[in-house]
């Protein structure tokens, strides 16, 4: 029997399980090559612009491309200069692509920076830059840069840092409560504080009567409110770890535009999120749908109730760090589709999947199998997800759990056993 055949064979035998089991078979897929790891990867981006490069955040500051397989030498993004890692959770959190950046190659970076003003605190920056003209894969970090928002965290915990663009070319920006234990941290339910919320803001216009250098849309929700930064789309978050946005059913476009965020809990229970307009998310007085600290809120809008997650989990058989997921909406694992596949920092629970119960509006949990012939990913831990043009997961993990020095992650391309098959 020739290696082909045997392998084909296994691949028969491993797969047959029960029908539905076996329709959501997954293996984790090498990316680009085997056992190559690269240092502490906490984001996973694509540019959307036509490229199919894949980029990858390295909390020290920098950002490499992997292109047809290959991952460049020069980083595409090096502010290794600007970012302080010396900390905890410390580092370059997220990238994020302007809609319009095939045209306009901007980019947007969220990092802890060096030197702030204030001695020790911790200054959490977002900025601008734009990529070289006439070298789609370096950014200038030198000519042209704006620094659109800055800020202290309380502690070197819980950035969030997810970024995303709406399809109106608006700005979001996930910032969590920056504290390791949130006793007495009411930032998160403080309206005038950054911390602890979902931002909004356009990047494609200045504010020339706030001296700001963006502007706040016009219908954000708390534009008119005394005592609220009009930044604030949606409050009360802990750790934003992972946010994405649904790109639609392929077909109907039905889920488009919704963004999950998965928010890491503290003591008891783990949510995601579906995150909507002037919504108020909980934290510190909710940790998943438990109110465990009715004496935490203080100042904000009078009226306050509280939005559950679409689904939570108590800490146990499901891990205990939610690192979130993806809206499957891509094309090599039509088992997967519309399913919200994700995982906990706790990786040897396997990954999950969430999917919209149509009539009830509820979601469904399940966990999702991998195929017996699926090489055993280097993942004690995991800490991200991230996507390709074409909407096809990756998962990124590491062996060991802590994020000092310099770890190594493994990045795994999520594939369904008909893709072998390369069925698109
Ligand atoms: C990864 O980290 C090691 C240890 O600090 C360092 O020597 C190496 O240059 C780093 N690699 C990259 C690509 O940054
Ligand atoms: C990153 O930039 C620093 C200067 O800010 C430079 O010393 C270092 O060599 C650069 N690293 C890479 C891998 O380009
Ligand atoms: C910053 O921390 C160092 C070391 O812990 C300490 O010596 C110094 O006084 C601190 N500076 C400020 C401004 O708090
Ligand atoms: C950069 O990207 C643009 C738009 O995708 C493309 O037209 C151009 O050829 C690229 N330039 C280089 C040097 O790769
Ligand atoms: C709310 O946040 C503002 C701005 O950061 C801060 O000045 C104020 O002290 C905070 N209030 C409370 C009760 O923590
Ligand atoms: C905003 O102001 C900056 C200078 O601070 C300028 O470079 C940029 O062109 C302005 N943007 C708009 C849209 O006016
Ligand atoms: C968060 O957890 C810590 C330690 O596990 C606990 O001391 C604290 O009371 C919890 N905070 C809230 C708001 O539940
Ligand atoms: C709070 O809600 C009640 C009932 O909806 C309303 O009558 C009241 O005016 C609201 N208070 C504030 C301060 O918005
Ligand atoms: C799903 O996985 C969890 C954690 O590994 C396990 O406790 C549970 O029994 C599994 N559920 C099913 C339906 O297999
Ligand atoms: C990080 O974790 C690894 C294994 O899990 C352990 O060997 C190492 O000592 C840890 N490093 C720190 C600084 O805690």
């Not at 790891?37 to 036509?50: C, L, R």
């Not at 504080?193 to 849309?217: A, E, F, H, Q, W």
């Not at 909507?276 to 203080?298: A, F, L, Q």
């Amino acid at each position: 029997m020739n290696m082909f055949a045997f392998i084909l064979v296994i691949w028969l035998v491993g797969c047959k399980q029960t029908a539905s089991a076996q329709n959501m078979c997954i293996c984790l897929e090498p990316f680009p090559s085997k056992d190559k790891p690269f240092n502490q990867t906490v984001h996973m981006a694509s540019a959307n612009d036509g490229s199919k490069r894949i980029f990858l955040v390295d909390l020290a500051g920098f950002v490499w491309i992997v292109q047809k397989g290959q991952i460049l030498s020069k980083p595409f993004a090096n502010i290794t200069s600007d970012v302080d890692q010396s900390k905890k959770e410390t580092g370059l959190q997220t990238i994020a692509f302007h809609p319009g950046f095939k045209t306009n190659k901007k980019i947007y970076l969220f990092y802890t920076a060096k030197q702030t003003p204030l001695g020790n605190t911790t200054r959490l920056v977002v900025e601008e830059f734009r990529v070289k003209d006439g070298d789609n894969n370096t950014v200038d970090t030198t000519a042209f840069r704006r620094l659109l928002l800055q800020f202290d965290a309380q502690d070197v915990f819980h950035f969030g840092g997810k970024m995303w663009f709406d399809e109106n070319g608006l700005l979001y920006i996930a910032v969590g409560d920056t504290k390791f234990i949130a006793d007495g941290n009411y930032q998160p339910q403080n309206m005038s504080s950054m911390i602890g919320k979902i931002l909004r803001i356009d990047v494609n216009r200045n504010d020339t009567v706030r001296g700001k250098p963006y502007s706040i849309p016009a219908d954000n929700p708390f534009v008119n409110e005394p005592g609220v930064i009009p930044e604030v789309y949606a409050w009360g978050m802990r750790n934003p770890w992972q946010c994405t946005v649904d790109k639609g059913d392929p077909k109907t476009k039905i889920g488009k535009g919704r963004v999950f965020c998965a928010d890491i809990g503290n003591k008891t229970e783990e949510e995601i999120n579906l995150i909507e307009k002037g919504k108020n998310y909980g934290w510190n007085v909710m940790e998943g749908k438990t109110n465990v600290c009715p004496s935490c809120v203080k100042g904000g809008p009078a009226n306050i109730s509280f939005t559950d997650p679409i689904f939570s989990y108590a800490h146990g058989p499901h891990g205990l760090s939610v690192i979130g997921g993806f809206m499957y909406r891509g094309c090599h694992n039509p088992a997967l589709q519309g399913h919200y596949i994700y995982g906990d920092y706790g990786y040897d629970k396997g990954l999950f999947a969430l999917r919209e119960d149509e009539t009830t509006g509820k979601w469904i949990d399940r966990n999702l199998t991998f195929c017996a012939i699926c090489v055993k990913p280097r993942i004690k831990f995991l800490i991200s997800f991230g996507e390709d043009e074409k909407g096809e997961p990756y998962v990124i993990g590491s062996e060991t759990d802590n994020f000092s020095g310099v770890w190594k992650s493994y990045v795994y391309k999520v594939v369904h056993r008909a893709s072998f098959k390369r069925i698109c």
